[in-house]
């Protein structure tokens, strides 16, 4: 043929506008601020039918957090489990949700920034795109106090991926 090549293993395919959501092999894919669906059949009972956000994709892994599994405690129950006065109502109802099976005695709060400066608590990870994830009792002290982010989700744990594990996994 012309040119040694079938047209499935041109080189020139790779750049075709066409194929741009088939990313080189050599490219990375950042899932950061993007959902994980968990497909119908997955065996790992973890991850069964849940949603994770991701927080954070890069080189070194992924942090995530389940974010439809609510947990049989509220924000009320769980201020009062760390010495806290219960947030006013209808926040105190709301669900702590599992975040995943990692650290599952540790709270991170998803939430919404807090001002365009990035008024950021103590242990704050700007996801870019717009949320935040808070790791720091401070913002707990806060909804406490009235004060704090009005949208927010309590997750007890998280999910974690190790260098190119979630990639693995996908």
């Known amino acids: 043929g012309r040119g040694g090549t079938?047209?499935?293993r041109d080189q020139n395919a790779r750049t075709c506008p066409q194929n741009k959501m088939l990313p080189m092999p050599a490219d990375r894919i950042v899932?950061?601020?993007q959902f994980l669906i968990?497909?119908?059949?997955?065996?790992d009972e973890s991850f069964a039918g849940t949603v994770v956000y991701l927080c954070e994709h890069n080189?070194?892994?992924a942090l995530g957090l389940v974010i439809n599994k609510p947990i049989s405690l509220?924000?009320?129950?769980l201020f009062e489990k760390v010495e806290l006065s219960p947030p006013a109502e209808p926040l105190a109802d709301t669900p702590v949700f599992y975040g995943g099976p990692a650290q599952t005695d540790r709270g991170f709060v998803l939430h919404e920034p807090l001002d365009e400066e990035g008024g950021h608590y103590n242990a704050t990870l700007a996801v870019p795109g717009g949320l935040e994830m808070t790791t720091s009792r401070d913002v707990l002290e806060a909804l406490s106090n009235g004060a704090g982010p009005?949208?927010?989700?309590?997750?007890?744990?998280?999910?974690g991926w190790a260098a190119g594990q979630l990639e693995e996994e996908i």
């Open 6 to 8: 079938r047209p499935g």
């Open 59 to 61: 080189d070194n892994g």
């Open 74 to 77: 509220t924000l009320g129950h």
């Open 150 to 159: 009005r949208k927010l989700l309590v997750t007890l744990g998280y999910s």
């Open 38 to 43: 968990a497909m119908p059949g997955m065996a």
């Open 31 to 33: 899932l950061t601020n």
